[in-house]
T-cell receptor, first 110, second 116 residues
Framework: GQQVMQIPQYQHVQEGEDFTTYCNSSTTLSNIQWYKQRPGGHPVFLIQLVKSGEVKKQKRLTFQFGEAKKNSSLHITATQTTDVGTYFCAGSSGTYKYIFGTGTRLKVLA | DAGVIQSPRHEVTEMGQEVTLRCKPISGHNSLFWYRQTMMRGLELLIYFNNNVPIDDSGMPEDRFSAKMPNASFSTLKIQPSEPRDSAVYFC??????????????FGPGTRLTVL
């Protein structure tokens, strides 16, 4: 079945450093979503990417969807302590079902 | 808007007992999802409802798990009998468009279940 993997599993950065998490699907996706889950919290939607090669920005966050629509990345510039949490990608092949990635847990050291 | 409401927030029970988790989706949303999150298996989709009808229950682990959605504002996930390996955080999520395609899912706060 469809699998969505993320790397790295964990990342510790100093405040102010950049951070990137990568998402890879075993199958071609129709669209991909990104979520953030704070420690002890629930996943919160960040963004959705639909088009091949699409790039979207939200302040310090940059999201990319690969040309082949099988991978995606999230890049955070100049991390802050408020960025702490686990970032999940969730891929869909065009139906209601989103397969969540394994997540990347980010820790920001002040 | 109150968001997705789940109850209870925490549940501790003994093996063999029946457990019922409850969810109230956001008003107007017609798609509802139940997920289970564990360290080992991550976030897994258990069942998906559209317009109160179960569309896909292929993620339900076994017959001990059942879910219902009697109306647009209420859903339950029941485990009977519960086992220690069912310990996890169970999330309910809802979304608004037809069949939930391409729409953000709004997650509830989750129910942390511990089965002793």
């Amino acid at each position: 079945g469809q699998q969505v993997m993320q790397i790295p599993q964990y990342q510790h950065v100093q405040e102010g450093e950049d951070f990137t998490t990568y998402c890879n699907s075993s199958t071609t996706l129709s669209n991909i979503q990104w979520y953030k889950q704070r420690p002890g919290g629930h996943p919160v939607f960040l963004i959705q990417l639909v088009k091949s090669g699409e790039v979207k920005k939200q302040k310090r966050l940059t999201f990319q969807f690969g040309e082949a629509k099988k991978n995606s990345s999230l890049h955070i510039t100049a991390t802050q302590t408020t960025d702490v949490g686990t970032y999940f990608c969730a891929g869909s092949s065009g139906t209601y079902k989103y397969i969540f990635g394994t997540g990347t847990r980010l820790k920001v050291l002040a | 808007d109150a968001g997705v409401i789940q109850s209870p927030r925490h549940e501790v029970t003994e093996m063999g007992q029946e457990v019922t988790l409850r969810c109230k989706p956001i008003s107007g949303h017609n798609s509802l999802f139940w997920y289970r999150q564990t360290m080992m298996r991550g976030l897994e989709l258990l069942i998906y409802f559209n317009n109160n009808v179960p569309i896909d229950d292929s993620g339900m682990p076994e017959d001990r798990f059942s879910a219902k959605m009697p109306n647009a504002s209420f859903s339950t996930l029941k485990i009977q009998p519960s086992e220690p390996r069912d310990s996890a955080v169970y999330f309910c999520a809802s979304s608004s468009r037809l069949a939930g395609v391409g729409n953000e899912q709004f997650f509830g706060p989750g129910t942390r279940l511990t089965v002793l």
